[in-house]
């Protein structure tokens, strides 16, 4: 029998819980991850919740967290992004925000910039344009999808193999050891996307 | 639909979660608040310590200094109505606000009856200081609710006794047998659909946040571990002696509110925190507002 896989959840903000109720129900093991010593050891697995990624990325940059996760990630371990995590994980991001700055002012030191996508935040618009759909999702059939606030892909670099897409915009990707995805699967009840982290 | 759009508005609240809201005024303090990590600002006129010393109505706030700071800042942007103004809400809804706090810390429109949330795309805070109170708002519509605390005061007294108040009555209506739960309902005035699923969940159906008072970040870590899923700072940072790096130390604090020795850390030197005013000494009794 495999040894229990022990999933780090990043927990400084957002929709943690969710992830660790659905790694729980897979029987897989977890540890929230706040600060940089909870990324010493014993995890095998990354799960970047959504949540607000400019809080989320300014917080592990402020506690040390970014650099030592971008190190595990490079190092090989498989991690999951959704939604803020997506954002998190983007080498580049298209938004420019209204008052003529561009994110990328921020974006370079609090952003871990491992999986080479460009992703627009806040794609679909504010509240009132967040929805629910279900679409295809390469190897795993249909799946429900939440999207809140929601970014989508708008370029993939190479090697990069787009594993969903709704209304023609790229929603979920895998490049090596990273998966993301736009939308919330933590929010459906539906496990295959952690299954498939868990698989990795 | 309207379901779904109820549901879309929980899920948006859960992604706030471990976060602080910022009360902002301007967009140079909503950029301030997003550079030092808030999950979401609320925009209004004036913070509550001003409308406090300010006296007289408070309304919502002009629909021009909002779009402003909609255009400043890429969180989501908060703002408040008037207890019962559903056209104040119908416009904040035409200006695609990410969320409405029916507050409140505003004079409030109508002495009976809340916005009938159910009739919004839009999602909804209210402000509860029991259980009763919070399952009535959720029932109206609203898919995040936040302890009333008393607004503008720096004593965060209140938002503790309506925190452990409403954990008591959940933890009290866990232990309730299925054949008491009727006669909670008719106590609470609440659907009995409602009180079961606070029965089977042991939680709030929706996320709850920590309001009022809160001004440090021992505060804001006092909240989280009594059970908050995150906090809301109105006064506390904007009228401080160094409103960036107090901020940066709630969010901080709110992340790891376990950690004694990072809070420790985060306290030092941020400069004078609001002079506040003992909740007990004041005249306007806010929290009463809309039952």
Same mark, same amino acid.
């Given at each position: 029998?495999?040894?229990?896989? =022990?999933v780090g959840?990043?927990?400084?903000?957002?929709?943690?819980?969710?992830?660790?109720a659905?790694?729980?129900?897979?029987?897989?093991d977890?540890?929230?991850?706040?600060q940089?010593?909870d990324?010493?050891?014993?995890?095998?697995?990354?799960?970047?919740?959504?949540?607000?990624?400019?809080s989320?990325g300014?917080?592990l940059?402020?506690?040390?967290?970014?650099?030592?996760?971008r190190?595990?990630i490079?190092?090989?371990?498989p991690?999951?992004g959704?939604?803020?995590?997506?954002?998190?994980?983007?080498?580049?991001?298209?938004q420019?925000?209204?008052d003529?700055?561009?994110?990328?002012?921020?974006h370079?030191?609090?952003?871990? =910039? %491992?999986?080479?996508? %460009?992703v627009?935040?806040?794609?679909y618009?504010?509240?009132l344009?967040?929805?629910?759909?279900?679409?295809?999702?390469?190897?795993?059939?249909?799946?429900?999808?939440?999207?809140?606030?929601?970014?989508?892909?708008?370029?993939?670099?190479?090697?990069?193999? %787009?594993?969903?897409?709704?209304?023609?915009?790229?929603?979920?990707?895998?490049? =090596?050891n990273?998966?993301? %995805?736009s939308?919330h699967?933590?929010l459906?009840?539906?496990?295959?996307i952690?299954?498939m982290?868990?698989?990795? | 639909?309207a379901?779904?759009?109820?549901?879309?508005?929980?899920?948006?609240a859960?992604?706030?979660?471990?976060?602080?809201?910022?009360?902002?005024?301007?967009?140079?303090q909503?950029?301030?608040?997003?550079?030092?990590g808030?999950c979401?600002?609320?925009?209004?006129?004036?913070?509550p310590?001003?409308?406090r010393?300010?006296?007289?109505?408070s309304?919502m706030?002009d629909?021009k200094m909002i779009?402003?700071?909609?255009?400043?800042?890429?969180?989501?942007?908060?703002?408040? #109505?008037?207890?019962g103004?559903?056209v104040?809400a119908?416009?904040?809804q035409?200006?695609?606000?990410?969320?409405?706090d029916?507050?409140?810390?505003?004079?409030?429109?109508?002495d009976?009856y809340?916005i009938?949330?159910?009739a919004f795309?839009?999602?909804?805070?209210?402000g509860?200081?029991?259980?009763g109170e919070?399952?009535?708002?959720?029932?109206?519509?609203?898919t995040?609710?936040?302890t009333k605390g008393?607004?503008?005061?720096?004593? #965060?007294?209140?938002?503790v006794?309506?925190?452990?108040?409403?954990n008591?009555e959940?933890?009290h209506? &866990?232990?309730?047998r299925?054949?008491?739960l009727?006669d909670?309902?008719?106590?609470?005035?609440?659907?009995?659909?409602?009180?079961?699923? #606070?029965?089977?969940?042991k939680r709030?159906p929706?996320?709850?946040?920590a309001a009022?008072?809160? &001004?440090?970040?021992a505060?804001?870590?006092l909240?989280?571990?009594?059970?908050?899923?995150?906090?809301?700072?109105g006064?506390?940072?904007?009228?401080?002696?160094?409103?960036k790096?107090?901020?940066?130390?709630?969010?901080?604090?709110?992340?790891n509110?376990?950690?004694a020795?990072l809070?420790?850390?985060?306290?030092?030197d941020?400069g004078?925190?609001? #002079?506040?005013?003992?909740?007990?000494?004041?005249?306007?009794?806010m929290?009463e507002r809309?039952k």
């Amino acid at each position: 029998m495999m040894a229990r896989s =022990k999933v780090g959840i990043l927990a400084v903000q957002g929709a943690f819980a969710e992830h660790e109720a659905v790694v729980r129900r897979l029987g897989a093991d977890f540890k929230e991850l706040r600060q940089a010593s909870d990324l010493d050891d014993g995890i095998d697995r990354l799960i970047l919740p959504g949540g607000e990624s400019t809080s989320q990325g300014r917080i592990l940059r402020d506690l040390g967290m970014l650099d030592r996760i971008r190190q595990l990630i490079e190092s090989g371990m498989p991690v999951l992004g959704t939604c803020a995590g997506l954002i998190l994980l983007a080498q580049s991001i298209d938004q420019i925000n209204g008052d003529g700055s561009t994110v990328d002012e921020q974006h370079n030191s609090t952003w871990l =910039k %491992t999986l080479p996508v %460009t992703v627009r935040r806040n794609a679909y618009g504010r509240q009132l344009g967040s929805f629910h759909t279900e679409a295809e999702f390469a190897g795993l059939g249909t799946i429900p999808m939440t999207f809140i606030r929601a970014p989508f892909i708008t370029q993939v670099g190479d090697g990069v193999e %787009t594993l969903a897409e709704v209304d023609g915009e790229v929603v979920a990707v895998r490049y =090596k050891n990273q998966l993301g %995805t736009s939308f919330h699967p933590e929010l459906d009840d539906d496990a295959r996307i952690h299954q498939m982290l868990l698989s990795m | 639909m309207a379901q779904n759009r109820n549901e879309l508005n929980r899920q948006l609240a859960q992604m706030l979660k471990g976060g602080v809201i910022m009360d902002v005024t301007t967009p140079d303090q909503a950029r301030i608040a997003e550079a030092a990590g808030a999950c979401a600002v609320m925009a209004l006129e004036r913070i509550p310590a001003d409308i406090r010393a300010a006296g007289g109505v408070s309304r919502m706030s002009d629909p021009k200094m909002i779009k402003g700071i909609q255009q400043a800042v890429s969180i989501p942007i908060m703002a408040k #109505v008037r207890i019962g103004h559903f056209v104040e809400a119908q416009i904040l809804q035409a200006i695609q606000i990410d969320y409405i706090d029916e507050s409140e810390v505003l004079t409030p429109a109508d002495d009976t009856y809340h916005i009938d949330k159910t009739a919004f795309g839009v999602p909804f805070v209210c402000g509860a200081r029991d259980l009763g109170e919070a399952l009535r708002r959720i029932a109206e519509g609203a898919t995040m609710i936040r302890t009333k605390g008393e607004p503008g005061t720096g004593d #965060v007294v209140q938002a503790v006794r309506h925190m452990r108040l409403i954990n008591r009555e959940i933890a009290h209506v &866990a232990s309730l047998r299925d054949d008491e739960l009727f006669d909670e309902a008719k106590r609470l005035q609440v659907p009995l659909q409602l009180v079961r699923e #606070v029965h089977d969940s042991k939680r709030l159906p929706v996320v709850n946040f920590a309001a009022g008072g809160i &001004a440090t970040p021992a505060d804001a870590a006092l909240m989280m571990q009594l059970g908050a899923e995150g906090v809301f700072v109105g006064s506390g940072i904007f009228k401080s002696g160094n409103p960036k790096k107090r901020a940066e130390a709630i969010v901080k604090a709110v992340a790891n509110y376990r950690d004694a020795e990072l809070i420790a850390k985060l306290s030092e030197d941020l400069g004078e925190a609001m #002079v506040g005013i003992n909740a007990d000494e004041i005249e306007l009794i806010m929290e009463e507002r809309g039952k």
